[in-house]
């Protein structure tokens, strides 16, 4: 049978236009919140936290070693990823390499509260394996006792029946294909909606560039990757801005919020320290420059 050749594009012009945008959302807080309350295990409770504070994709637990998470400490105004003897830094998130010695590597940060979810899974792991874990040691296992990785769909699996449990997913009605909330991708949606409602401290322009880096994107466009470079402590800054709405239980978050009264607190006693020094010194140079007005009076009627 000879083929023959049709002009599909003037064809296509007789149908309706097709839409390939997908209308749907992320979680809300309040929905995070219920996926956490139907969690039985810590191990699941941290990859919520972490995927819905820091914007990862399901695909970024593969291959993760616990090398791949560290903390981020703040001393004053400074951001450090390792202390030097005698510093005492506060741990304030933690950053995530992903795809380590890929060409997709990037780093992500998590908030505090996905950090302390990780410290009491830390803490069940050493006790199951009678050791604490080792760099090159699997971050996510399936379980303990064989220590095989827990990989993406292992984990895409979990919560899309944790989704189910917790009443937050219906059947699809008749001409969907899709449901509204991506079960994994509506977490990474929850972050990219606050990190783009975030007032950030740099310009709007280079704050976007900063969370396309934090998403794993390449930059807005081509030359990004380039020209505008910045260290993940560079990137800090902006992510505690937005780091209070990134955290979901109401616990840590008052606690969070307690926590920066007492911080703001304690800044503007030292302000009040240092402006009182400012007043003391200030007086003293007033003083000096009078007894150096009397003395040169007192010298002039000599004179």
Request: hydrophobic letters at 35%; charged letters at 25%.
């Amino acid at each position: 049978m000879n083929s023959l050749g049709l002009p599909w594009k003037m064809i296509n012009t007789f149908y309706p236009e097709l839409s390939g945008v997908y209308k749907g959302r992320g979680y809300t807080r309040e929905e995070i919140q219920k996926l956490l309350e139907y969690s039985n295990d810590i191990q699941t409770d941290f990859i919520i936290l972490a995927q819905n504070s820091g914007g990862l994709r399901i695909g970024a637990w593969d291959d993760l070693k616990w090398g791949n998470v560290f903390p981020i400490y703040q001393i004053e105004d400074q951001f450090k990823i390792e202390l030097e003897k005698d510093e005492i830094g506060k741990v304030v998130c933690a950053a995530i390499i992903i795809h380590q010695g890929t060409a997709f590597e990037y780093t992500a940060l998590i908030s505090i509260e996905a950090w302390e979810k990780l410290q009491e899974y830390k803490k069940l792991w050493t006790k199951k394996q009678q050791r604490p874990p080792t760099n090159k040691d699997p971050l996510l296992v399936t379980r303990f006792a064989n220590m095989i990785p827990l990989t993406s769909s292992a984990i895409r699996a979990r919560i899309g029946k944790l989704v189910e449990k917790a009443g937050l997913r219906s059947p699809l009605t008749e001409g969907n294909r899709r449901h509204e909330v991506p079960a994994t991708h509506g977490l990474r949606r929850y972050w990219d909606k606050i990190m783009m409602n975030t007032k950030m401290k740099k310009g709007t322009l280079a704050a976007l560039v900063t969370k396309e880096y934090l998403m794993g994107h390449s930059g807005i466009v081509k030359t990004d990757k380039n020209y505008f470079w910045a260290d993940i402590q560079d990137q800090v800054p902006d992510y505690l801005q937005a780091m209070p709405e990134l955290i979901i239980t109401n616990e840590f978050r008052l606690q969070h919020k307690i926590e920066n009264q007492e911080q703001r607190l304690k800044n503007f006693e030292n302000n009040e320290l240092q402006l009182q020094d400012m007043k003391e010194q200030l007086a003293e140079l007033i003083a000096k420059v009078q007894r150096l007005d009397k003395y040169s009076k007192k010298t002039e009627i000599q004179n």
